[in-house]
């Protein structure tokens, strides 16, 4: 079966950074409590490279999706795009900057207004950002987009509920490309589809961030995934970035006891893969609720390597080697 | 060969989602029957003059030699005790029926979802609590008492009925709406709409709306017959069509007064009060099954 | 092993619908035996879960119709019981757990409900079983899964408890009675990877510990990998490739399996692959002959006027494609 790889070639030469979050809160009040989704988290985006942002449920991996869109204002802390600070929630932002900051959601079912149909949904950010001007534009650019994600041109009539999911998250990406985005972030894109599905989707993806120079925060929890589409990669826990490391770093030399627990949880097909895993550590625990964060390291509880001070002091971020961070009491 | 041209016809999307529509409609006989009825009603209704012999019967006549007369050829529901003929105003007061719940149901169709729509949306400010109080309000007193409040105060007519029904009917809508709008805005596409950077005017016509339209349209049709029920309930009082227009109410309370013996001055307008009702129930189920979407 | 457990003979089965009929399944062969784990690789669209309906007899009967075949549980006929002998089965032979936890649990009752009506139906081994004896059941059961406190989480509704608590509770109530055969679908989609890991060995566990039978339904080739001894490859109505799992995933055979295998994302990262051309087969008008052939690349006329059947390659590896027939 012939089959393509398409290598992510990672960030271009020039350093810029598109996108540099700092001290990032992002606090929700709830009846049990304050939830502290996201809690003081720093990291930045090179122009044109994937940033992977992995977690299970209750890390805030989402949460800090959405905040850099705009859902949420955050608490505390800055986001800057393009060296312009951008803290604020999306009705308190310029329409130019709706239009370079995109977003993917993760449910495909939802993602899409059942009751408009593919063409509605895909000229609408046309129509928003003056895009296209008249009705014969609009509607080749539609087609232009359907065919950039490789649909057929009769889609335009059709509604999410004749489509299967895949194809549904096709024109959410076709969307969020529509009006010319420089940063997109993508919350779990292929999560809820199937293997050969989710490999026509990154490998689309990945082609387009080339053609297009996009930027992504890519986000998901299936790290072989992450392996294959990111250049960066920070792994979160209850709110907090417990590493950050290249790609090739991170899964060669994991050094945070979580990641090696994440890591060593993977199932794989070969035997290749598996040496390639960390020693067996084995889960243990239940994820903590984030509402009820014991003091000193959040990870304290499951931790196969704690020590005494871990469960008293909260670690900070060290930079190990070059561009590899920890936030661990074991690398001092 | 056959398949381009079908898919010629097919990619007409109204065309292909109004046969899948009727597919959906057909599969329960029920439905079938309510439309069966709400035709026959419908066009008994518009074509009256046509299907009725005794036009006489809507006036001021009077015949006393043919009052009182049961059921029988030239006359199949009988007469009153004015001698109009009861099948011919029972014919005409379909009209009157129908178009009582036209109005009302326009008019508070309108007011309540328009008003649930931005109140849903703009949940939590002073807009949302303002129009929601006053919904409230008006939903603490019951139906018929309110509309035969409004009733007492202004003049007795069709209109101000009609009015004082509309007046009532809204706050259904108006929390219904509010129920849906406010699910619904959190949904995810309605998110990345607004991240996208659509104005708030498309957003709650083009993109919110439509997803409440299923519900808004199965509850106006099963209202049809609740509309009628309440009208002539009014006009069981007194209310309403004055006579000597002929509504279903007015007939049933004047035919009851001669029960049992004039038996067909009551029994045949309620028989039809009934069809209205159930026909248009059966249809509303049809109609809310069209909308619902059956995964797998 | 005398005969099999469960013997799905040639099942057809398919879906009436706007604008035709859905010829969903078309043929499956599918056999389980004693104590043996049997996974069932598919992609949505598969029929995987609808084969597994249609053997639990919940398939929407509506729409539904079985159109040829026998689903044999114990040499008989399931498809020809009536309501209850089907009730009998489920009762005491043949669990199921669903895919996502959440939707399985009853929101409206508390867990301790939930678990004792089904101890009461489940059988008490003849005799009728007092309160106490039934609540002591489940706390045992769910000590089994070890869920930390099993006495107070009988107490607690399912929105108090986490995904992974969930699911272990329906494995719980899914090993209440003394089954034959447990029916997994997708039991780790919905949870996180160091929960799905720590539930998914809890699982392997115990279903070692009380010989039952597994059927494991998943798209997630590495979780069947690693607990079935003996996989199915299902595509388009049927089923594709049989092997034992090891050989299966070191030489696929199928061109849909060799395909599906290299599409995952591989750990050593050598890249995405561009996933399989073309569609999954549209049941309104399937494709004739064998249904991958529109996607295949080794793809003889013959596939296009023939469905092939299964061909044995070796005695534990069968595979349905013309390229292997002797």
């Known amino acids: ?332 | 060969m056959e398949k381009t041209i079908f898919s010629l016809v097919l990619t007409s999307k109204k065309w292909e989602n109004v046969q899948r529509g009727w597919y959906k409609f057909s599969l329960n006989r029920l439905s079938i029957i309510g439309l069966i009825v709400v035709f026959i009603i419908l066009f008994l209704a518009i074509f009256a003059p046509f299907v009725t012999v005794h036009p006489e019967a809507v006036s001021k006549y009077v015949n006393f030699s043919e009052s009182k007369q049961p059921p029988s050829l030239s006359y199949p529901f009988g007469t009153d005790i004015y001698g109009r003929d009861i099948f011919t105003r029972t014919i005409y007061a379909f009209r009157i029926s129908l178009l009582m719940s036209f109005v009302v149901l326009s008019i508070s169709v309108s007011i309540g979802v328009i008003l649930g729509l931005i109140a849903g949306y703009f949940k939590d400010s002073w807009i949302d609590i303002l129009i929601m109080r006053i919904t409230d309000i008006f939903l603490s007193i019951p139906a018929l008492i309110l509309a035969l409040s409004i009733c007492a105060i202004l003049p007795r007519n069709l209109t101000t009925t009609m009015i004082a029904i509309s007046l009532v009917w809204w706050t259904w809508y108006c929390r219904m709406t509010y129920g849906i709008v406010t699910s619904v805005r959190g949904e995810f596409f309605i998110q990345a709409v607004e991240l996208i950077g659509a104005g708030k005017l498309h957003i709650l016509f083009k993109e919110v709306l439509p997803n409440c339209l299923s519900e808004i349209i199965t509850k106006m049709t099963l209202d049809v017959g609740s509309v009628i029920l309440i009208g002539s309930s009014l006009s069981f009082v007194g209310l309403g069509a004055q006579p000597p227009t002929a509504d279903l109410g007015s007939m049933i309370a004047n035919g009851a007064k001669y029960l049992p013996d004039l038996w067909w001055m009551s029994v045949f307008p309620s028989i039809a009060l009934v069809m209205i009702v159930l026909g248009f129930n059966l249809l509303g189920d049809g109609i809310h099954d069209i909308f619902t979407v059956r995964e797998g | 092993m005398k005969g099999n457990l469960l013997e799905v003979k040639d099942l057809s089965l398919y879906f009436k619908v706007f604008g035709g009929t859905l010829k969903v399944l078309d043929g499956v062969n599918f056999t389980v035996g004693d104590e043996e784990k049997v996974g069932l690789i598919g992609e949505t669209g598969s029929g995987k879960t609808t084969t597994m309906k249609a053997i639990m007899k919940i398939l929407g009967m509506t729409t539904a119709r079985i159109s040829k075949g026998e689903i044999l549980f114990k040499g008989r006929d399931i498809l020809k019981m009536n309501k209850a002998e089907v009730q009998e089965i489920r009762r005491k032979e043949i669990s199921m757990i669903f895919q996502d936890p959440t939707a399985a649990l009853n929101p409206y009752f508390s867990i301790g409900s939930q678990i004792k009506n089904i101890i009461k139906y489940s059988g008490g081994m003849g005799k009728k079983l007092t309160k106490v004896e039934i609540k002591a059941r489940g706390i045992e059961a769910l000590r089994n899964v070890m869920l930390p406190d099993p006495e107070r989480t009988l107490n607690f509704y399912p929105i108090q408890l986490s995904g992974g608590m969930r699911q272990r509770v329906c494995i719980a109530m899914a090993l209440l009675s003394n089954l034959n055969l447990l029916i997994a679908d997708e039991p780790g989609t919905s949870l996180d990877v160091t929960i799905k890991d720590q539930v998914l060995r809890l699982l392997e566990d115990l279903v070692d510990e009380k010989h039952i039978s597994v059927i494991l339904i998943s798209h997630a080739l590495g979780m069947v990998k690693n607990m079935t001894q003996r996989t199915y490859v299902m595509y388009g109505g049927s089923m594709v490739e049989v092997a034992k799992t090891a050989e299966l995933f070191i030489n696929p055979l199928h061109p849909y399996s060799q395909a599906l295998i290299a599409v995952v994302p591989k750990l050593t990262g050598r890249g995405m692959s561009q996933g399989i051309p073309g569609y999954i087969p549209e049941y309104l008008n399937p494709p004739s002959g064998c249904r991958f052939h529109p996607r295949c690349n080794y793809v003889m006329p013959i596939c296009k006027v023939e469905k092939p059947t299964f061909f044995k390659v070796k005695e534990t590896h069968q595979v349905a494609c013309w390229l292997f027939k002797k």
């Open chain 1, 1 to 332: 079966m012939r089959v393509g790889y398409l290598k992510n070639e990672g960030a271009k030469l020039i350093n810029n950074n598109i996108l540099t979050v700092k001290n990032l809160k992002k606090y929700f009040v709830t009846q049990q409590g304050i939830v502290k989704a996201v809690n003081d988290i720093d990291f930045s985006i090179k122009e044109g490279e994937t940033f992977g942002l992995v977690g299970e449920s209750g890390s805030g991996k989402s949460t800090v999706a959405y905040t850099i869109a705009g859902l949420y204002k955050p608490t505390e802390g800055e986001i800057a795009y393009r060296n312009q600070d951008i803290s604020n929630e999306s009705k308190k932002r310029s329409k130019e900057l709706k239009k370079e900051i995109q977003i993917v959601f993760q449910d495909p079912g939802t993602s899409i207004n059942p009751t408009r149909s593919i063409y509605q949904i895909l000229e609408l950010p046309l129509r928003v950002h003056a895009i296209a001007n008249n009705y014969k534009d609009r509607t080749d650019k539609v087609k232009k987009l359907l065919k950039m994600v490789e649909l057929p041109e009769d889609y335009i009539y059709k509604y999410s509920e004749m489509i299967g999911g895949g194809e549904r998250q096709m024109i959410s990406i076709a969307r969020a490309l529509a009006a010319n985005p420089s940063l997109v972030l993508l919350d779990e894109p292929t999560s809820a589809l199937d293997v050969s599905i989710q490999a026509k989707i990154i490998s689309m993806l990945i082609r387009l961030q080339k053609d297009f120079n996009l930027s992504y925060l890519f986000i998901t929890h299936d790290l072989s995934l992450m392996r294959n589409v990111a250049s960066s990669v920070a792994i979160m826990y209850l709110g907090k970035i417990c590493e950050n490391a290249s790609s090739s770093e991170f899964f060669k030399n994991p050094l945070h006891p979580y990641t090696q627990m994440l890591l060593s949880s993977i199932p794989v097909l070969s035997d290749e893969e598996e040496k390639l895993k960390p020693k067996k550590v084995k889960s243990i625990g239940e994820i903590p609720s984030p509402v009820n964060i014991p003091p000193g390291c959040s990870f304290y509880s499951r931790c196969s390597k704690k020590m005494d001070i871990c469960s008293k002091e909260d670690p900070l971020m060290v930079e190990v080697s070059k561009g590899h961070f920890v936030r661990c009491h074991l690398y001092k």
